[in-house]
């Protein structure tokens, strides 16, 4: 894949998580592996009307207080990630009402679905994800704890509070797997509602 089609994927993959309400206004960031440098969306932009000018080398831009776009506060967050899973190539942080609903307890560390959609599989092959406990945004805390949570294999998680980050080989990976994440909160949701319903009518 050219550079200028990265980018343009990753624009178009911005924008679709605005759509999908996985990112409303200006929350969430996207990264792509670009070489030997990550690409981050810019700090306080929003996602549904970015283009390629709001993508940034965090690692750079940190260090140019003229640059004209600063990269996202969660760039360690990022950078993080990709030093324990070689693999990954994009990751979306996102913050949709369903996951955050799904990290509002702390515990169990392990967020287990009672249903999910078949593609879920692929973002936890062993049926769960981690769920990390509230720190700080912006935190190196808060990127190091998550970094140790994906390390283990699984492709996503829920961050307490804050989110949920999805990883993929690509921008569009990754937004496959934030979907994946969201739909399993969104039905785990009504499946522990029904359930805490047949528990006190008593259904058998």
């Not at 709001?54 to 004209?68: Q, T």
């Amino acid at each position: 894949m050219w550079d200028g089609d990265l980018v343009e994927e990753a624009v178009t993959v911005c924008r679709e998580s605005y759509a999908l309400r996985l990112n409303p206004g200006t929350s969430g960031n996207l990264s792509f592996r670009r070489g030997n440098s990550i690409m981050i969306s810019g700090s306080g932009l929003s996602l549904g009307f970015i283009d390629e000018k709001g993508f940034v080398d965090g690692a750079i831009a940190w260090d140019l207080s003229f640059a004209p776009v600063r990269p996202s506060t969660e760039y360690a967050l990022h950078e993080a990630i990709y030093r324990v899973v070689p693999a990954c190539g994009a990751i979306l942080h996102f913050h949709g009402p369903w996951i955050l609903q799904a990290g509002v307890r702390e515990r169990p560390r392990r967020w287990v679905p009672r249903v999910a959609p078949p593609e879920f599989g692929q973002t936890a092959p062993d049926g769960w994800l981690p769920r990390v406990p509230f720190l700080p945004p912006g935190s190196n805390e808060l990127a190091e704890a998550v970094a140790e949570a994906v390390g283990d294999g699984s492709m996503g998680a829920i961050l307490c509070r804050h989110g949920g980050v999805a990883l993929g080989r690509s921008p569009r990976e990754a937004l496959f797997r934030a979907e994946a994440m969201e739909s399993a909160a969104h039905l785990d949701y009504f499946a522990r509602l029904a359930g805490s319903h047949d528990e006190r009518s008593g259904a058998q």
